[in-house]
């Protein structure tokens, strides 16, 4: 069973940006394709970017974040990252890195689904406040 641990998380004003990290341990990320998910309060859960297996080497993005986030693996490290630029109030949530199937890159309507991920991280907080 893989690990994870969210960090980089923070307070940041809108059009600022983040780096999160999700690094692994007990197993390597090669072969799981890692998702990053966000929980805000009294909104639904929402994915938010996937990698796939360094095999299919493709990445997923949600509507409401594409152009602004991205995703990329560093292998040496064994560790994801979400570069988040031009952050905007309503990015505020709980961000949790997850690691699973990459079914979603096979689908031919693709959508990030929590069903499809089997390990979790605790999560890490991102605040865009002025």
């Known amino acids: 069973q893989v690990r994870l641990d969210e960090s980089g998380g923070g307070l940041v004003q809108p059009g600022g940006s983040l780096k999160l990290a999700c690094a692994a341990s007990?197993?390597?990320?090669?072969?799981?394709?890692v998702a990053w998910f966000r929980r805000a309060p009294g909104k639904e859960p929402e994915g938010v970017s996937c990698i796939s297996t360094i095999r299919l080497s493709s990445t997923y993005y949600a509507d409401s974040v594409k152009g602004r986030f991205t995703i990329s693996r560093d292998n040496a490290k064994n560790t994801v990252y979400l570069q988040m630029n031009n952050l905007k109030p309503e990015d505020t949530a709980v961000y949790f890195c997850?690691?699973?199937?990459?079914?979603?890159?096979?689908?031919?309507?693709?959508?990030?689904?929590?069903?499809?991920?089997?390990?979790w991280g605790l999560g890490t907080q991102v605040t865009v406040s002025s």
């Open positions: 007990g197993s390597t990320l090669d072969y799981y394709a």
């Open positions: 997850a690691a699973g199937s990459d079914r979603l890159f096979y689908s031919d309507d693709p959508h990030l689904s929590e069903t499809d991920f089997g390990s």
